[in-house]
């Protein structure tokens, strides 16, 4: 066995990811976008980017509704009304679409315990950021997942913020120990246009790695699938 990457990108750039979207099929990568700010920023041109994307073999998870921070929300509000103002709205709106909306990511990968237990309850598998590489080592059958960034520009740090050596390195390492290599990005874009970008060359070098080491890709619900 060779392992597998399962690639997720975050937030709303709905344009730049049908933008790649070819490429990403003439690699054979399949991706899990996690969409945020829906369904009041997505209009039906949105949505019908969003069809693109699920009919090229890519998944659709959500990640909120409005972005707020988890555990900021929950110093004011309840766990309750966390789910009727950033969770419920969003589901029920992507499953009315027809879109299974079975994983969720959190929005500044910040969760509580009690958090992570109720969305449980709606979701196959949750995703957080990685704090070590061994962590976005991910092995079937996982629900709560951790991701590696991949953005080579973060707003406020210095340019090409992640070398892309030690992501290959991750990838050989799940290659040799079967595991899932989970990593995630924000918009596709040659330069910071949106607070975090991987850049379209960054990206092809970590695939092109996935593909050279023979792994293959998977969503974010099939690794809990198994
Ligand atoms: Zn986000």
């Known amino acids: 066995m060779a392992g597998a990457v399962c690639l997720t990108f975050d937030d709303c750039t709905l344009d730049s990811w049908v933008d790649a979207a070819p ?109 070590t590489p061994e962590q976005a080592l991910a092995a079937p059958g996982d629900r709560l997942i951790f991701g590696r960034s991949i953005d080579t520009y973060v707003a406020g740090q210095p340019d090409r913020v992640n070398d892309v050596a030690p992501i290959l390195a991750l990838l050989e390492q799940a290659a040799d120990a079967d595991r899932i290599a989970v990593l995630y990005g924000h918009d596709i874009a040659p330069a910071a246009t949106i607070a975090h970008a991987v850049a379209p060359q960054a990206l092809m070098a970590i695939i092109n790695k996935a593909r050279d080491l023979g792994m293959s890709f998977v969503t974010a619900s099939e690794i809990a699938n198994g």
């Open 23 to 131: 490429l990403l099929t003439l690699s054979r990568a399949r991706a899990t976008f996690f969409i945020s700010y829906f369904p009041h920023a997505v209009d039906g041109a949105g949505l019908s980017k969003l069809d693109f994307l699920a009919a090229a073999g890519h998944e659709l998870g959500c990640h909120s509704v409005n972005h707020f921070h988890p555990q900021r929300f929950l110093s004011v509000f309840t766990v309750d009304e966390y789910l009727r103002t950033e969770v419920l709205p969003a589901v029920r709106t992507m499953r009315g679409c027809g879109i299974s909306c079975t994983s969720w990511c959190y929005p500044f990968n910040a969760s509580t315990p009690e958090l992570q237990a109720r969305l449980a309850e709606l979701f196959v598998i949750q995703r957080g950021r990685a704090e």
